[in-house]
């Protein structure tokens, strides 16, 4: 019943996969797809184990988040969907509207491949900028290629990866237009790069400055960097900055350090932060960077998230805010996903600061306390607390003592979930099997909200962990929650719901 031990499965094979499935499902049982099925007869709506405050689509599958943006009083949030199925395939970016972040209105779905496109096998993921009332897409076009031409080349069929130029000039930013050839066609000729992918931009001066995720075989992830006048013609200049391969051969280079996915370079607190994907991981750095001569240099590193995380973009809040919204993978079988209907969420909307020393700093944004409803009751001992979580909801906020053993942990009534220990010997964190070292004097805190199928933590306001799990049941069941260490402090709220349903919010067309 706790989390699955399946590998997360590869999403090209996915896409092989899925399409002998809906055929042989067709041919058994006359539905057009399995899919829209379950979503009409509302065992989507019904599924105890669909979020009820997370954003995710309606039905089908969703991964990364792409080109986060708040224009014109909105908050945008596009982010990589299958409209086909519950598997990843037909990538294209599918569109929400916030005005807080928190509740959402899903718009049509705003671009998808286009036939005889250089994106006719996948719109990937990207970011978008504004100048002026025009706001631009800078995405990934994916086609099938030959393997001369394939910048992926991961054992599955060779495909050509180019960035592309998309623009809206509409309020709503519902209708985009794409520019029919590449703004940049293929990589850099005198590299063996390991994959192409996932560009954003920025202006500075007259300039503007685009990123791209990469790597050299056998070398390392990096960080591919271009300079243009006119968005339209590209110069390469070099590497933004570069990793270390792991030395441990893998058929895609993402598992083994070869190739950084989803790069997103930003200024923040008197310094610039990198964050990329790459490892299964979500990695972040912070540094100089030198804009005389294009380069950073990281000065401090670390994981952003030690959980079910992965591929996150940010955007500055209406505040000035640097927000940070990360893909929550599934970790359940194909089959599951399939008869689920549905396939990954957003994460809550975290805010990313930076302390004095440069170490990153994580909180959930604030303002989700205004979903809290009420307060959980706890009964607690003088070795700690105890509390439920009706129906795998809610919120908690403990904090312990600097020098006093402390845990947490979250389960069914007969099985743990989650454990969270705080062992002042080590001045450490064990999360769940994962050591988090602490710095001198951090005492314990941990910040965790749940929510049906999932448990994202933020754990001493520094590192996010984020876990999924199953109930497998028709309902889902109570939560026990204990924390076991002297001077502990605990609250506990139950989250509304942001929707009437399991749906997110009802599509609007
Ligand atoms: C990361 C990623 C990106 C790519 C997208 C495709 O999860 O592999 O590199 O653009 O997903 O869906």
Request: proline share 7%.
């Amino acid at each position: 019943m706790t989390e699955s031990t399946d590998a997360p499965l590869d999403r090209r094979q996915f896409l092989i996969s899925s399409v002998a499935a809906l055929l042989a499902l067709r041919q058994s049982n006359g539905q057009v797809s399995a899919s829209r099925s379950v979503e009409e007869n509302g065992t989507i709506a019904l599924d105890p184990e669909r979020p009820q405050f997370h954003l995710l689509p309606a039905k089908n599958w969703m991964n990364d988040p792409n080109g986060p943006i708040y224009f014109d009083g909105h908050y945008h949030l596009f982010f990589q969907y299958n409209p086909e199925a519950p598997v990843w395939g037909n990538m294209s970016w599918n569109h929400a509207i916030s005005t807080d972040m928190l509740h959402w209105t899903h718009l049509p779905v705003a671009m998808t491949p286009t036939p005889g496109g250089p994106d006719e096998f996948g719109v990937f993921s990207g970011s978008t900028f504004k100048v002026g009332r025009r706001v631009y897409a800078v995405y990934t076009a994916t086609r099938k290629s030959t393997p001369e031409h394939a910048t992926i080349k991961d054992g599955g069929p060779p495909i050509q990866e180019s960035q592309c130029l998309a623009w809206s000039d509409d309020k709503d930013l519902r209708t985009w237009h794409k520019q029919s050839s590449p703004i940049v066609a293929t990589p850099p000729t005198e590299m063996k790069i390991t994959g192409f992918r996932d560009p954003s931009i920025w202006k500075q001066g007259n300039t503007y400055y685009m990123t791209v995720g990469s790597g050299v075989a056998k070398e390392g992830g990096c960080v591919l960097l271009y300079r243009s006048n006119d968005l339209n013609r590209w110069e390469y200049l070099h590497k933004l900055v570069e990793g270390k391969w792991n030395g441990k051969p893998t058929p895609n280079p993402c598992d083994d350090g070869e190739m950084w996915e989803c790069p997103d370079f930003f200024a923040l607190d008197g310094k610039h932060v990198l964050i990329y994907s790459t490892l299964g991981k979500v990695f972040w750095q912070s540094g100089m960077f030198d804009d005389a001569k294009l380069k950073f240099t990281p000065e401090k590193t670390g994981v952003l998230d030690l959980g079910a995380f992965y591929a996150p973009k940010t955007n500055v809040d209406k505040n000035g805010r640097r927000i940070l919204w990360g893909w929550i993978p599934e970790r359940r079988s194909e089959d599951a996903m399939r008869k689920a209907g549905w396939s990954g969420m957003m994460s809550l909307p975290r805010v990313m600061t930076l302390d004095r020393e440069g170490m990153l700093q994580l909180s959930i944004l604030p303002e989700t306390k205004t979903l809290r409803s009420a307060s959980i009751p706890k009964t607690s001992g003088k070795d700690g607390s105890r509390l439920l979580l009706t129906a795998c909801n809610g919120e908690l906020l403990c904090a312990g003592l600097a020098k006093e053993f402390f845990s947490l942990t979250i389960g069914f009534v007969s099985n743990e979930i989650l454990v969270v220990q705080y062992l002042p010997d080590r001045q450490a964190m064990l999360i769940d099997e994962t050591e988090f070292p602490l710095r001198a004097g951090d005492s314990p805190s941990v910040h965790a909200f749940v929510d049906a199928s999932v448990i994202e933590l933020v754990l001493m306001g520094r590192v996010g962990y984020t876990k999924r799990f199953y109930c497998n049941q028709t309902q889902a069941p109570d939560l026990a929650v204990r924390i076991v260490g002297k001077g502990t402090r605990v609250e506990a709220w139950a989250i509304s719901p942001i929707s009437h349903n399991r749906l997110t919010t009802p599509a609007v067309t």
